[in-house]
């Protein structure tokens, strides 16, 4: 007991620290997300807690920090509110329970609150809640045509924007926690970047001169509402706790675009990246997200659940393995792992989730120190296009290929970067365009496709040796690449492309590969065939690939195909063409196409980390699993990292591995991993 005694105190002193120094307090390692989203209807809410079983969970699943619950959806409270109200079957102060059982173990406490769903609010004040243009919600829509004895849909909660008096109500429940809570975080949820038409806001508006037919106008107004409520709401946390870390969760889900377009995670102390992989976005959605996010230099927690399919699933479990390989795969990315649990009603703690939890938190305890916080590098740069399928194909392309890249949107310095990828979506300005024209001037190369290259105007951003025919003729095409691109996997006949190029006549540049179009596009009165209509044998006047200079031209939105079709040819191809210019990747690491890797600095201690990921998700049913961790042998990993490298080792572990030098480059060998293992590079 002493020694827990004092392990807490110097736990406590390392807070005191960063509170003098003026730095945000870094949260652990290995969190829980403890959701508690429990109805009125349930009774004895609590009633089975215990401060020593709810330790014992924490001990078994190797926890050193959580987000607890201070009010969830159905907009009860579980802690002693005059604010808000406290869940009617509660009869003692939970969160003060959790807190200081926590504590006692030098665990840090996050306090979870919920903002856009609140059920309790939504029906006492139907003014808050957040109406489309046309005066509704989807939700309520569904709502109305469900029965008395019909199943509700999971997630269907009406969304209230912070505004119009609720967030006022919020800023006062949350100063009643500051007061009275030792917290070390809040962690706020569903925030929604959606513009706001109710009665209450419209009315607001008008008062404000905005032009409610002037969709801009609105949606800036409704962007401005959340940006007020946030620093108000951050300025008021910090008077009372001034270094604790503060989330707003939906705001870094890059797929809702207003997030991006309007800078709505700036106000985030940390970035957390809530991902769900088995049945919301897989496996390779966090990782492009975690390097976008990188470049601000706050703390990246990455999120997924302990369920079989996502949150709310009481009795579902994921297999441990599959926790192992996702806690594994956030660390190789440097990002603190947080895994989703959900309370029983009870407040009895499921011992057999935490030793699930467990078996990946004991692995992410040998890897942290040698991700957490490392700082992403490679000299391959791509530019998100705020479109998911575009900006996903690349990321899938690239990720398949095991070619390491960071993306470049928010990183000011591209002076390490020798290829930027601009994908088929990407909409270019006069400001990135100067930028990437100075990464030109100074050698770099660029790798563009699709409408990315034309102005408005159908002018070019750039000069890429051809000019600007016009939009496609017909509904698809056919590839014919020539000798200046070789892979063993690419065939010499013309290969089918699912969306046609656009049509480029090449003066002035090396065309690497060239078109036949279809006799004509598939419609009622003309079509060949099941599918597609075959191919012309000439080649057309336009072309498919071509390079000038330093940047190399692809007419088709490969991504966007790849990205809905999966055809590995495309993903062969772009690679092929990737090489062609960028010769010197910062690390080549033989693998197949379900092997990840990233590569983390951490300058601070003289080394690099090279990290190897390996597992293949499969579809069952409505779920994507992660079940086979098999062994991979014998991967030959080349390091370009001009430095004088004096150790490679493996974590964990710590096998010294044989380092072999060839034409300036180091060459070592992994001869057995399973999952993950990390390479630990010393200079």
Request: charged share 25%; hydrophobic share 35%.
């Amino acid at each position: 007991m002493k020694t827990n005694k004092v392990s807490v105190l110097i736990f406590f002193i390392f807070l005191l620290i960063f509170n003098v120094n003026g730095q945000i307090i870094k949260e652990g390692t290995r969190q829980i997300h403890l959701d508690f989203h429990t109805s009125g209807l349930i009774k004895n809410i609590g009633e089975d807690f215990s401060k020593a079983q709810f330790q014992e969970a924490l001990k078994i699943g190797n926890v050193n920090s959580i987000n607890l619950f201070a009010k969830g959806h159905h907009g009860y409270s579980y802690y002693n509110t005059k604010v808000g109200t406290r869940h009617p079957h509660l009869k003692f102060d939970l969160l003060k329970e959790q807190i200081e059982a926590c504590h006692e173990l030098g665990i840090t406490t996050q306090i979870y609150f919920t903002v856009g769903w609140s059920q309790k609010d939504a029906d006492e004040h139907p003014e808050w809640i957040l109406k489309n243009k046309n005066g509704t919600t989807d939700k309520l829509e569904t709502l109305k045509k469900l029965g008395p004895n019909d199943k509700l849909p999971n997630f269907t909660w009406r969304l209230l924007a912070p505004s119009n008096g609720y967030d006022e109500l919020i800023l006062k429940q949350v100063e009643e926690i500051c007061k009275n809570y030792q917290i070390d975080g809040f962690w706020f949820d569903i925030l929604q970047a959606y513009p706001n038409y109710s009665d209450s806001n419209k009315a607001l508006m008008k008062k404000d001169g905005v032009d409610l037919n002037n969709d801009k106008q609105v949606l800036d107004y409704s962007m401005n509402q959340m940006k007020s409520f946030m620093e108000r709401c951050n300025k008021l946390i910090h008077s009372y706790k001034p270094n604790i870390p503060i989330y707003y969760n939906g705001i870094t889900n890059i797929k809702r675009t207003n997030n991006l377009r309007y800078n709505l995670f700036d106000f985030n102390t940390k970035q957390d990246l809530e991902d769900l992989p088995t049945t919301w976005d897989g496996y390779d959605i966090f990782p492009f997200r975690s390097k976008f996010f990188a470049a601000d230099g706050k703390q990246i927690v990455a999120m997924s659940g302990k369920f079989h399919s996502a949150w709310g699933e009481f009795g579902g479990f994921k297999h441990k393995d599959a926790l192992l390989y996702e806690a594994a795969s956030m660390v190789a990315f440097g990002a603190n792992v947080n895994i989703g649990d959900q309370l029983h009603p009870s407040g009895k703690m499921d011992l057999e989730t935490y030793r699930n939890i467990g078996h990946a938190f004991d692995y992410v305890e040998k890897i942290e120190e040698y991700g957490v916080g490392g700082k992403h590098i490679s000299n391959v740069g791509y530019y998100y296009p705020f479109n998911v399928r575009s900006g996903e194909g690349i990321a899938r392309m690239l990720l398949e290929n095991q070619i390491n890249f960071n993306v470049i949107n928010r990183m000011e310095d591209w002076s390490d970067l020798e290829t930027i990828i601009i994908p088929s979506a990407t909409q270019l300005n006069n400001k990135i365009v100067s930028k990437l024209n100075t990464f030109l001037d100074r050698g770099g190369k660029l790798l563009i496709m699709g409408k990315s290259v034309l102005k408005n105007n159908n002018n070019l951003w750039f000069d890429i040796g051809a000019k600007y025919i016009g939009q496609p003729k017909y509904d698809i095409d056919y590839t014919v690449i020539n000798q200046k691109i070789k892979g063993n996997d690419l065939v010499e006949s013309p290969f089918l492309n699912y969306n046609a190029a656009l049509r480029f006549q090449v003066e002035d540049a090396e065309i690497l590969a060239s078109i036949k179009e279809p006799y004509f596009s598939r419609t009622p009165s003309s079509f060949s065939s099941h599918q597609n209509t075959p191919y012309k044998l000439v080649d057309s006047e336009h072309s498919a690939i071509f390079r000038k200079g330093n940047i190399i031209y692809i007419a088709h939105n490969l991504d966007v195909m790849y990205f809905s079709s999966g055809a590995r040819i495309h993903r062969d191809l772009f690679k092929e063409v990737l090489d062609i210019f960028h010769k010197n990747p910062l690390i080549k690491v033989d693998l197949q196409s379900s092997g990840r890797i990233n590569l983390l600095h951490q300058p601070e201690k003289s080394r690099y980390v090279l990290h190897l990921l390996y597992a293949t998700p499969i579809q069952r049913g409505r779920a994507q699993v992660i079940e086979d961790l098999v062994p991979i042998y014998d991967t030959d990993v080349q390091i370009n990292l001009n430095r004088n490298i004096k150790k490679v080792f493996t974590v964990p572990g710590n096998k010294k591995l044989k380092v072999k030098k060839f034409n300036g480059k180091t060459f070592v060998r992994v001869p057995k991993f399973k999952a993950h293992v990390a390479l630990v590079i010393e200079y």
